[in-house]
């Protein structure tokens, strides 16, 4: 009895397992079933659940997909508009030149469930009938103008708070109180953008400012009005030698700063005002080292010296003494300086060949003009200039005044020619611009003068000249090379010749200077005569001189071992010029 019952169960469990793998394999053929019938009827269509942005494209072909891109792009890309209380701003797309690819979007849309990992892909085709599977558009934009519509908006939104400051009214310090800015998000901002081009959304966007704390309140600076005032009021002076410099009260009040690396505020200086200063004065006290090539042989320098060290601000020990005396309410403080050069060291320079010359007549100029011509040859004489600065003819001359050295003579002045301290210099500027220029070392600033001057086209062609006139107009060049070069003045008074020949360390280069190309040419007006009760009667006397005007260009390429460094171009427009004299009415 309980052998057949023991059989009956074994019968049932091995019923039970068919039955179960019966349906087991139904359920396996079904499913293989349906993953055929999927991959048959998606074959050729993207799979379900893909957006291209906002755009539904599951379950369509390739041409169906394209086809409701390109009508939904076309009717819904329409400038967006940012939005922020009573700013509004529209990012046109026109003005950023997007263009969207509409085959390339439909392509990244296919190959969702398509990468060729069992797992991946097979985790994407479940995933699509129960969630989005969002890809970006593809599309092109000018990445500088976008940049620039952020910077605008940034621009339009970003509004700098007011830190509390001390400030001076009617020559008395006071405290003015802060104000709280605002600044916008950043990287909202630009992911609000940029998504909006990835999803091709031009909806309304509403943009995230946030305000922005001062640094310090008037409440925190109260405390230091006594001790700002004091240093206002104290006479305090900056000296090197016999030389002073007073500050005066606008002058120290933005010395002062107040840092926050504690818990409360700390006065100090103003890192970026010392630093401005610190340039400024350097202008006066820094001294480049001027040398001499005594001898040549050829175009070979046979022996070079230094005649004279450099000097320049020893920044990091001034700045210390500055500190320490400008708050501690001391009346002066002294300038400290390095040596930048030694006599023992010439070699260091690279002083090897002469790089160009270039030279200019002044026969006919007046002894005053020849004196000043002269002068400023020799505080240009000698200067070395390092590798990678650039050269200020008018830092090298110095202040051109009376007190300086200089004479009278004919200077440009105001659309007129008169007589004022240091006519003549430019003879100089012209001069050291064309050996400037055969050197073939850059030029950074050049003006040409306002009228042609017949000094400087006595055995030189037209345009090849170079006007100073402190502060405003100065000639620059940049040294260029590896190593310095001098700038040597050659004087030749008995023949009224002015030389300057650069030398230092030649590097393979080459240059090739175009003849002037004159336009424009037009006669000098009629001369003008006016009566002068200083003059007496019968005098006739000339103040201005006659000069035709002119437009004027030429070109220079300097080459180094058969490709071209650089090329430049000099323009000069030559007013035509009028003769003035003076009749005397005196009787």
Known sequence: MKSEKSQENKLYKNSLKRVVATKLLYAVFVLLLLISLYHLVFAHRIIPGVYI????????TYNEAKKLLQDYITSNVQPIELDNKDYKYLLKPDDISLSYNIDA????????????????DSKEKLSGFVKKLQVKAF???????????????????????QDAKFDLENNQVVLKQSSVGQIVDDKDLYNKIVGSLDDIDFSRKQLVVQEKDPTFTAAQLQSFTDQVAKIVANPFKITYGETAWELNSSQKLDLIDFSNESDKPDLTLNKNSVQAFIENLGQEVNQLPRGKVSQVDGDKVVKFEITQNGKEINTKKF????KSAFLTLKPSVEVSTNDISTANNADKYGIYSLLGTGHSKYVG???GRIHNLNLAADRTDGVLVPPGAVYSFNKAVGEV?????YNAAYV???????LGDGGGVCQTSTTLFRAVLNAGLPVITRFPHAYRVHYYEEESPIGFDASVFQ???????KNDTPNHVLIQAYKDIPNSVLEFRIFGTPDGRSVKISDPVVTNVSGAPAAKYQDDPTLPKGVVKQVDFAAGGANVSFTREVDRNGQVLFKDTFSSHYQPWQAIFLVGTKT
């Open 53 to 60: 942005g906002k755009v539904y494209v599951g379950s369509l």
């Open 105 to 120: 979007s439909v392509t990244r849309a296919f190959e969702v469930g398509r990468t060729g990992n069992l797992l991946t």
């Open 139 to 161: 599309y092109d934009v000018d990445q500088d103008a976008l940049s620039a519509k952020f910077a605008q908006v940034q621009g339009d939104l970003n509004k700098p708070g």
């Open 319 to 322: 700045t210390t003494d500055f």
């Open 365 to 367: 100029s007046i002894p």
């Open 401 to 405: 005044s009376g007190k300086t050295g």
């Open 412 to 418: 440009i002045s105001n659309g007129r020619t008169v």
């Open 471 to 477: 502060p405003s107009l100065d000639f620059q060049f």
